[in-house]
């Protein structure tokens, strides 16, 4: 536990601290391929720094001056490549000329391969010293990355070519990069929101709530349609900070396809991204996605793209002609783009789908089956078997006494029958949750150690009534206060249990409907409780014996309350239907969700 605890601190701090400031240290190895910053974002269209050479010519063993100018920037990352394979890697070595804004890193197997810059500092101005190695090229182009804060930054800025002497004619011009021009696509701004026009019909649509209008503010919505070798993808709602969706194998989340619209400071960045486990998503370098467009307005983020079918070139990309199950998220977003996790269940579709095959429109749940279940039946069991079980053990025995069902009295029958079957679905409940979650939740706050703490009462409370003693034994009455002991504080966590349950991301009733319910529902039960309370005692008042003989589970009663029974039975019939109401209006709910 306390590794596990570390653990998730360190992951913590990662996220938060790292991804904010970049990599203010300039220990960026890990993007010696794409020189592509980890900043969520897409890369400027036009460079506004250069870089220049003191020669156009070179020999092996050569020194090349090399300076990297341009309006202020914090971060910046050098290399040489062979100008006519530029996705090859870094050629020569660099010499450092001030150490104070500059260190040399190590890509590949050639050491001091790449410049970086050594802190966040502004500059303006960075020279270094290239040598040329024995087996360099006939042609090297210095690219360079600059960053002028975390979300404007310019990737593979080409720079100055230099040559070896006589060396033929480049076969491919050397003017710009390959991945600078993929990297970066024309983004636009759309002029009115999506519409569900062509659902079910011309397009794959997914709305939550289900049959929803996407012009309207509370409104989720995706769409996918296919164009020749291209799916044009919308997605809006309403989110101020982010809004993704991914593709699945499975129900779980790990291993997806996903893709993340994310506003910041009014401006809206669209990428790719990989989920592994539950951690953040990791954003991807290479950007698979054209025709990007976004619209931001009353609350509302609005973002399409188009991707191919197939991407073999792009690693992590599924294909869109298989079937998926579809998630879509939203959730907050902090300065530098830093995605926070969502506040909500997932909206996951209840199938597999593809998208490219036969258009339909479909809805989804934001909570999956087996918290569903869990959910229905631990209401079922602690809101109506339980509760219309201790009415009947509590005020019924008179009533019923002289009824018999099975060989015993018929009050005894149906409260250990109500309250067997209150363990069997709680025992049932009780697991399914480990089952979706694969073990123990460390983020659903109390409510996993009271649900413990109201399953273990819940078995004890059979246990002890198998071991009761005889009526007139002395410590009958002991166990009877015992066992009321513990079926009240039963009742009472499993209560405070869920009204804590209802307010998780798997299970999130619309507020404030859940809380009113609750309470609704704690009332009822004590209002009804305390009627009977009244009725036993103004019964009691009649009488001047008391027959010791009539022991109760709570207290010792009256033959006279015997009297009343007809009120007892409308009341308990009363009580019995209001709890059904309560039931069916909580079914109602989860099938909403």
């Avoid at 503010?217 to 020749?228: D, M, T």
């Avoid at 993808?233 to 996903?258: K, R």
Wanted: net charge neutral.
């Amino acid at each position: 536990m306390e590794l596990s605890g570390l653990a998730f601190a360190v992951w913590m701090f990662i996220c938060l601290c790292g991804p904010l400031d970049g990599y203010p240290n300039g220990k960026i190895r890990e993007v010696c391929s794409s020189m592509m910053p980890h900043h969520g974002s897409s890369p400027q269209l036009s460079p506004e720094h250069i870089i220049t050479v003191n020669g156009t010519e070179f020999k092996p063993g050569d020194r090349i001056e090399v300076n990297l100018s341009g309006p202020d920037f914090e971060g910046f990352f050098i290399q040489a490549r062979d100008a006519e394979h530029l996705d090859s890697p870094a050629v020569g070595s660099f010499i450092l000329a001030d150490q104070r804004l500059s260190q040399l890193l190590t890509c590949g197997h050639t050491k001091n391969s790449a410049v970086s810059h050594t802190s966040k500092a502004k500059k303006k101005y960075v020279k270094v010293y290239w040598i040329a190695p024995g087996d360099a090229p006939k042609h090297v182009q210095f690219l360079a990355t600059v960053v002028k804060k975390y979300k404007t930054f310019w990737v593979k800025i080409p720079g100055a070519i230099v040559s070896q002497p006589n060396a033929p004619s480049p076969t491919m011009p050397l003017h710009r990069t390959s991945e600078t021009v993929s990297a970066s696509h024309p983004i636009s701004y759309l002029t009115k929101p999506f519409n569900a026009s062509g659902c079910g019909n011309k397009k794959f649509c997914i709305r939550n709530p289900s049959s929803c209008d996407p012009e309207s503010a509370s409104c989720f919505f995706l769409s996918f349609r296919q164009e020749k070798s291209s799916v044009l993808i919308e997605m809006s709602g309403p989110s101020e900070g982010y809004l993704a969706f991914a593709l699945s194998h499975d129900q779980w989340m790990g291993g997806d396809d996903a893709y993340v619209c994310v506003n910041e400071d009014h401006h809206v960045s669209v990428s790719t991204a990989y989920l592994k486990g539950r951690s953040p998503p990791v954003l991807n370098s290479e950007n698979a996605l054209e025709d990007v467009s976004w619209r931001l307005a009353d609350g509302v983020l609005q973002c399409s793209f188009r991707r191919n079918i197939h991407l073999t070139a792009h690693k992590g990309r599924f294909n869109l002609d298989a079937s998926y199950y579809i998630f879509l998220a939203d959730g907050e977003a902090s300065e530098g783009g830093l995605i926070h996790k969502h506040h909500r269940q997932p909206l996951i579709t209840s199938g597999m789908y593809n998208i490219t095959g036969l258009p339909q429109d479909i809805g989804g749940s934001r909570s999956p089956r087996l918290i569903k279940a869990h959910g229905a039946l631990m209401f079922v069991a602690w809101i109506t078997t339980v509760s219309v079980g201790v009415i009947v053990a509590r005020f019924f025995k008179p009533v019923w006494s002289h009824s018999f069902l099975f060989g015993k009295e018929m009050w005894f029958q149906v409260h250990r029958m109500l309250m067997l079957t209150t363990v069997m679905l709680t025992s049932i409940s009780f697991v399914l949750p480990f089952i979706y979650r694969g073990g123990w939740s460390k983020q659903a706050g109390f409510h996993p150690y009271l649900g413990c703490t109201v399953m273990a009462l819940a078995i004890c409370q059979p246990l002890m009534a198998g071991f009761r003693p005889s009526p007139h034994a002395p410590r009958r009455q002991l166990f009877n206060w015992f066992h009321w002991s513990t079926g009240t504080t039963a009742r009472i966590l499993a209560v405070v249990t869920m009204f804590l349950g209802m307010d998780l991301p798997a299970l999130d009733l619309s507020d404030p409907w859940d809380t009113y319910m609750m309470i609704g529902f704690v009332a009822w039960h004590v209002g009804i409780d305390v009627l009977l309370e009244i009725h036993s005692y103004c019964l009691i008042r009649k009488v001047e014996v008391i027959e010791d003989d009539r022991i109760q589970i709570l207290q010792s009663l009256t033959s006279a309350e015997a009297e009343g029974h007809l009120f007892k039975q409308i009341v308990l019939t009363i009580y019995v239907c209001g709890n059904i109401v309560f039931l069916i209006a909580f079914l109602a709910a989860i099938n909403q969700i």
